[in-house]
């Protein structure tokens, strides 16, 4: 930078220095006072590109310097005050224009991102790329500036076409990592090992299942452009390139409205018009345009406007101020600035804020925006109703106003770390309302990103927490009911057992007395329907014991194919009963167990399938030893009424009952299910049954092996 500041100061100071003795010599030795003042405006336009404004100071020294040399032969005519206010006006002129220019880079710069995704290259030559890097397609414009024909190209590596053979590998690096590359400049050599510069665009290839095939390189031969821009560099005292290298376009209109000059970035836009009237090429019109600023311009004004061009339907910045030449002829300097994406930008980014200001208006959560994590800069409706608060009390109170005390250093913490990224997104605490209020709300607490601020959503859930606060004493009421429920119906099972002793006793003791057919008939009648009643309320004690937590396990190991074997023999008289058939297929598996559980799984799930199984009619009991998973699984089959759809989900809750006329026939309370299902969970397994209605049932149960 500072040699750059150095060698721009030795030039300028050079051409002041030429220009100074050029006027000496001019006009003491040879009398002349008009023709070397056009070098003057050489160290003033390097002075206006390179600093600005202070071009100034070199002009009112070039005018000094014209004023002495010219006192002994004008004697400080008009002409000669005339001249040295030109190159004052000029100097300002040129310096303003670099000044602005310098700004336009700057908010360019700014806006690069945008304009990275807007401004694409044209491509000519393309190459497509394998994996590898092994060359697969080469069209005919890279033969063109390349030289190789596609023939002796396919096959071959990438890396002998780049200066740099690691540059290949680079390239494909990139386009993995990044799924493609834009105006990538490289260097190539041609077949004559000339180099070529080139930007190269590059996208990744995948086939359908989108696994990475390749690259498809797309690039131009941009070698002339990258000498031109040397070139532009060697010669930057030379204004007219300086102009013609400008981003913004800039043209010379004279007094009767001829355009004079025009830069190469507004010939590209406009066309070339140089020698024409302006607003009859420009707007096909036969007198100047109504906006037009020419006459302003002319008095002496420099104007700034905006102008939206109906022709390319683009917006421009217009700088206009007036310029004399050395004849003191008046044109109009014109500096165009295309600010349409700009101006696009500005028109979505009002739309997208009236959108998000009427949703922040109309949600309905309470919204509000928090300054630095102390002061709320912004809310709505819904918040003015939370807290009793207008908006303008609201907008610059500080939020802890809001905050319960209790509350304070926790929320404030909170706060703090969720600027941080450190704490959840969901805050509860108690807020404070204008009249003194404590609502319970919960509030969602988010910064916005690049701003020191964050945008707080509170949901007043005082409400909730009330019926919470109910929900939790009726629990508590329910859950002290259901405790005394199950105590009662303990002791209820206790002293039902108690007539069921002396009954079955007596029915015993009965036996050995004389009776006759009937008398025996009812006896036996009187006998099972004690001993089924007895089963009923042991049933109701188990699962009585199990909601009470009481019941445990005795583990030992539990031959299985023994206890199928003591379970199918224990009930084989009410499959005799019913000219039913049972079928075992049960592997020698010993499992870790409590053995009369297993065994009352087993008879409930036999029992059941019998009952619901007519004369004559078949049992399968399979068990699986699954040596991987660990664990047994066990089927019983029938051959039964089956079970509906829609029942299967509940078959296994207390006291339900598909079908309630079966059920009185058989004498059932629908607690057999149930007492699997609990004694399976007891050992770590799980039960469960389909079914096809008419055809029949499955209950399947698996228990690990080792607890």
């Known amino acids: 930078m500072i040699k750059g500041l150095n060698y721009r100061f030795f030039i300028l100071l050079s051409t002041v220095l030429a220009c100074t003795i050029l006027a000496f010599f001019v006009g003491f030795i040879k009398n002349e006072t008009i023709v070397y003042t056009h070098s003057f405006y050489a160290p003033i336009l390097l002075a206006g590109v390179w600093y600005r404004k202070k071009a100034i100071y070199i002009a009112l020294f070039l005018s000094i310097i014209y004023i002495l040399v010219t006192y002994p032969l004008a004697h400080l005519s008009i002409d000669v005050f005339a001249r040295s206010a030109i190159f004052v006006a000029v100097a300002y002129v040129i310096g303003l224009v670099s000044e602005e220019r310098a700004k336009g880079e700057e908010k360019l710069k700014e806006t690069k991102d945008y304009l990275d995704n807007i401004i694409t290259s044209s491509v000519d030559a393309i190459a497509v790329v394998d994996m590898d890097g092994i060359v697969r397609s080469w069209n005919k414009a890279a033969e063109d500036y390349m030289g190789y024909t596609e023939a002796e190209v396919i096959g071959t590596s990438n890396k002998k076409f780049f200066a740099d053979p690691e ?43 989108g696994v990475p095939i390749g690259t498809v390189r797309m690039s131009r031969d941009i070698t002339k452009e990258v000498e031109l821009e040397e070139k532009i560099k060697e010669e930057r005292d030379n204004l007219n390139l300086i102009l013609e290298s400008m981003d913004d376009g800039v043209y010379i209109v004279s007094k009767d409205y001829k355009v004079e000059f025009m830069n190469k970035v507004l010939i590209d836009t406009l066309g070339y018009h140089v020698g024409d009237i302006c607003y009859k090429v420009f707007h096909n019109r036969d007198d100047s345009c109504p906006l037009c600023k020419n006459a302003e311009v002319m008095k002496g004004k420099t104007v700034r406007w905006e102008w939206d061009s109906r022709r390319n339907n683009k917006t421009y910045d217009l700088f206009e101020t007036p310029l004399k030449d050395i004849k003191g002829t008046m044109s109009k300097l014109t500096i165009f600035r295309d600010i349409s994406e700009r101006k696009r930008m500005e028109n979505e980014l009002r739309d997208a804020e009236e959108r998000y200001r009427v949703i922040f208006e109309h949600a309905l959560t309470a919204l509000c925006v928090i300054e630095h994590g102390e002061v709320v800069s912004l809310a709505n409706k819904e918040f003015e109703t939370l807290s009793g608060y207008s908006r303008e009390e609201i907008e610059g109170k500080k939020w802890i106003d809001f905050i319960a005390d209790e509350d304070m250093d926790r929320v404030q913490n909170y706060c703090e770390e969720r600027r941080k990224g450190e704490a959840p997104a969901c805050c509860e605490f108690k807020f404070v309302s204008s009249n003194g209020e404590i609502k319970q709300v919960n509030a969602w607490i988010e910064p916005i990103p690049g701003a020191n601020r964050c945008i707080a959503s509170l949901l007043d859930i005082t409400e909730l927490k009330r019926k919470e606060d109910e929900l939790r004493e009726t629990c508590e009421k329910l859950t002290e009911l259901d405790k005394m429920k199950r105590e009662f119906l303990n002791v209820a099972y206790h002293e039902m057992r108690s007539p069921l002793a002396p009954i079955v006793g007596y029915a015993s003791m009965l036996e050995r007395c004389e009776l006759s057919g009937k008398g025996k008939k009812y006896l036996y009648i009187i006998e099972q329907s004690a001993r089924e009643l007895e089963k009923m309320i042991n049933r109701m004690l188990e699962l009585a014991r199990i909601d009470s937590k009481k019941i445990e396990l005795s583990l030992e190991g539990v031959y299985i194919p023994e206890v199928v074997a003591e379970v199918v023999k224990g009930i084989e008289p009410e499959t005799k009963e019913k000219k039913q058939v049972i079928s075992t297929v049960v592997p020698g598996v010993k499992i870790q167990a409590d053995k009369q559980k297993v065994g009352a799984i087993f008879y409930n799930l036999i029992s059941n399938a019998i009952k619901y199984t007519e004369e004559g009619g078949k049992i399968d009991i399979m068990v699986v030893d699954r040596e991987r998973e660990g664990d047994i699984r066990v089927c019983i089959a029938d051959t039964g009424i089956g079970i509906p759809e829609e029942h299967l989900p509940k078959i296994f809750e207390r006291f339900y009952m598909v079908d309630t006329s079966l059920t009185r026939k058989s004498g059932s309370l629908g607690l057999g299910l149930s007492i699997v299902k609990e004694y399976v969970k007891l050992h770590g397994g799980k039960v469960w049954a389909t079914s096809e209605f008419g055809k029949g049932s499955k209950f399947f149960f698996i228990m690990p092996k080792r607890q």
């Open 167 to 209: 540059e290949g590998e680079k390239i494909m690096r990139i386009v993995q990592r990044d799924g493609g590359l834009k105006n990538y400049r490289t260097t190539v050599l041609n077949k004559d090992k000339k180099p070529v510069h080139t930007s190269m665009s590059a996208a990744l290839l995948r086939d359908k299942n």
